[in-house]
């Protein structure tokens, strides 16, 4: 199956720092998704970014669709305590049989100190 | 509006029965997929259901069955249960077939 490397693993951060994280793939997707989860519960989605070079905002969060269409970044702006999460991205590939599957990073751990 | 709702929210089986676990999609999406996580991993792709066809299977084993009613709401089945089927099972829906999807808060199952 497709993989998704997802990076870093986990950061700790202080409150008010901005956050990097992003997503590789050996394939080229056609849709990147990112989703915030927090302990028992379902993932929730931030992000969804559908065109090479494309960059869309959330509030504090940026997200942008690799010109290659091989990659993703996920970019946190002055983080506070409520941040704290795991962070994943997905990818949809282009069409055939696999069309509507997501394909999931391994997630990144975020721990922000105040 | 409501969101992607999934019963039960918790389960408890032993090895070799069966599960059935709910999910009613978000209103007006055609849509419904299955994913299983286990702790410290991404979601993993089980089905996928749009207009009440199956459209998509991941690398599961014939164990694994589900289906979608006519009010878009989904069923998955989970026979002769393992140790490893332990998991949280999310549902989630989308408006088409691809695009952007919705997740349930999950079924945790364990399975002793």
């Known amino acids: 199956g497709q993989q998704l490397n997802q990076s870093p693993q986990s950061m700790f951060i202080q409150e008010g720092e901005d956050v990097s994280m992003n997503c590789t793939s050996s394939?080229?997707?056609?849709?990147w998704l990112w989703y915030k989860q927090d302990p028992g519960e379902g993932p929730v989605l931030l992000i969804a970014?559908?065109?090479?070079?494309e960059l869309t905002s959330n509030g504090r969060l940026t997200a942008q669709f690799g010109i290659t269409r091989k990659d993703s970044f996920l970019n946190i702006s002055a983080s506070i305590p409520s941040d704290v999460g795991i962070y994943f991205c997905?990818?949809?590939?282009?069409?055939?049989?696999?069309?509507?599957?997501?394909?999931f990073g391994r997630g990144t751990q975020l721990t922000v100190w105040p | 509006d409501a969101g992607v709702t999934q019963s039960p929210t918790h389960l408890i089986k032993t090895r070799g029965q069966q599960v059935t676990l709910r999910c009613s999609p978000i209103?007006?999406?055609?849509?419904v997929s299955w994913y299983q996580q286990v702790l410290g991993q991404g979601p993993q792709f089980i089905f996928q259901y749009y207009e009440k066809e199956e459209r998509g299977r991941g690398n599961f084993p014939d164990r694994f069955s589900a289906r979608q009613f006519p009010n878009y709401s989904s069923e998955l089945n989970v026979n002769a249960l393992l140790l490893g089927d332990s998991a949280l099972y999310l549902c989630?829906?989308?408006?088409?077939?691809?695009?952007?999807?919705?997740f349930g808060p999950g079924t945790r199952l364990t399975v002793l």
């Open positions: 970014l559908y065109k090479a070079g």
């Open positions: 209103s007006g999406h055609k849509s």
């Open positions: 989630a829906s989308s408006f088409g077939q691809s695009g952007e999807q919705f």
């Open positions: 394939s080229i997707f056609n849709t």
């Open positions: 997905a990818g949809q590939l282009k069409g055939g049989s696999t069309l509507g599957r997501l394909y």
